[in-house]
């Protein structure tokens, strides 16, 4: 389809590992931001790219996280040495345009990480 | 500290009625806001947004108002349906800094019974 697309769709890794999700933004969109949701909770923003530029990275809460888009469309969330606090949605999305456009961000149906 | 807050868990409605959702908010440099909806497995889907140059925005049966004064918004939904049915999540971000970052409320599940 053409909509924002997220793999794997569930996630189980076990405590210490690293844990790398993908995401395909809709073809075209130049603003890519990834969230995470906990249980019970709204999404909270991690990250933000213009294009292949990481703008702003103050959601990211610790140095474990790290995110990339090398080209300008595909992105990677990595976390390294997964705790169980870890363990939530993540979810990426993507808009038509940068900077103050009033453009809506659209979703992906999120990966589910499980730490054990 | 939360910006954007959803003071109802959940609401209860009759097919045919009117829903109203309600969002707060306190942050004065946010200058856009949406409305998403949430089925259970997959991702928010906008559903309606507005600047804060207007106080209303109205898309079939989705209307969302802005009392910029109050820093309160809502969505109505006229007339409910059952496939309603829903977490709607309020959604602000503020187009002066530079980051379009969202930020969000807790949801509210809306029940639309037949």
């Known amino acids: 389809g053409a909509g924002v697309s997220q793999s794997p769709r569930y996630k189980v890794a076990k405590r210490g590992q690293d844990v790398a999700l993908r995401c395909d933004p809709i073809?075209?969109?130049?603003?890519l931001f990834w969230y995470q949701q906990a249980l019970g909770q709204g999404p909270e923003f991690l990250t933000y790219?213009?294009?292949?530029?990481?703008?702003?990275k103050s959601g990211l809460p610790s140095d474990r996280f790290f995110a990339e888009r090398p080209e300008g469309s595909v992105s990677t969330l990595k976390i390294q040495r997964t705790q169980q606090e870890d363990s939530a949605v993540y979810l990426c999305?993507?808009?038509?345009?940068?900077?103050?456009?009033?453009?809506?961000?659209?979703f992906g149906d999120g990966t589910r990480l499980s730490i054990l | 500290d939360q910006q954007v807050k959803q003071n109802s868990p959940s609401l209860s409605v009759q097919e045919g009625r009117i829903s109203i959702l309600n969002c707060d908010y306190t942050?004065?440099?946010?200058?856009?806001f949406l409305w998403y909806k949430k089925y259970p497995a997959e991702g928010p889907t906008f559903l309606i947004s507005?600047?804060?140059?207007?106080d209303k925005n109205e898309d079939g049966r989705f209307t969302v108002f802005l009392n910029k004064s109050a820093k309160h918004l809502s969505l109505h939904i006229v007339p409910s349906q059952p496939g309603d049915s829903a977490v709607y999540f309020c959604?602000?971000?503020?187009?002066?800094?530079?980051?379009?970052?969202?930020?969000f409320g807790k949801g509210t599940k809306l029940t639309v019974n037949p």
């Open positions: 790219f213009q294009n292949e530029a990481q703008l702003d």
């Open positions: 959604a602000a971000s503020s187009t002066q800094g530079g980051s379009e970052k969202l930020v």
């Open positions: 942050n004065s440099m946010f200058d856009y």
């Open positions: 073809s075209g969109h130049v603003s």
């Open positions: 507005i600047s804060s140059i207007k």
């Open positions: 999305a993507s808009s038509s345009v940068g900077g103050a456009s009033n453009q809506p961000q659209h």
